[in-house]
């Protein structure tokens, strides 16, 4: 629930930002000067890529959660009791040591969403962070061809 109130509030942070930056873009613009001008529009365009990098991160995180979801609800979850730092996370060494089972079994099956989910956990529990969200990426487009059970 944390992390959702959290990611409102920057959200709504940003968008704040936005009619600012846009707000001045428009000032700017208003001057007639080609420099300010310039600025001007850019500080249209660079609101407009903010937007839609929220909107596509949003969509990431909803959709990965669905499967997250999907896949607790089958039961297909990872059960492995990896070993806690005192920080609270886990132990990457720990968590490398159960990585090839999930390696292997994508390997296995790579048309199956399922087992790219579980290899995106496998990777964001030993810290390698881009390759979760490849690997979440993967799990996501299969799913879409995947129907649900009823």
């Known amino acids: 629930m944390k992390t959702r109130i959290a990611v409102v509030l920057m959200a709504a942070l940003l968008v704040l930002y936005l009619v600012f930056a846009l707000r001045y873009g ?3 613009i208003g001057i007639g000067q080609p420099v300010a001008i310039g600025l001007g529009v850019g500080l249209f365009v660079l609101p407009l ?3 839609w ?3 596509a991160e949003l969509l990431f995180a909803v959709r990965a959660e669905r499967l997250g ?3 607790d609800i089958e039961g297909g ?3 492995d009791e990896l070993p806690l730092l005192p ?3 886990i132990d990457r060494a720990a968590a490398a040591e ?3 089972a999930y390696k292997a079994a994508t390997e296995a099956a790579p048309e ?3 087992t790219w989910y579980r290899l995106a956990l496998a990777y964001d529990a030993a810290g390698d962070r881009r390759r979760a969200r490849w690997a979440t990426r993967q799990a996501i487009r299969l799913s879409k061809s995947t129907p649900t059970a009823a």
């Open 26 to 28: 428009l000032l700017l």
């Open 49 to 51: 890529l903010a937007i």
């Open 53 to 55: 990098a929220l909107i």
């Open 69 to 71: 979801v999907r896949l």
């Open 77 to 79: 979850l990872p059960t």
């Open 87 to 89: 920080s609270g996370r």
């Open 98 to 100: 159960v990585f090839p």
């Open 112 to 114: 199956d969403w399922r």
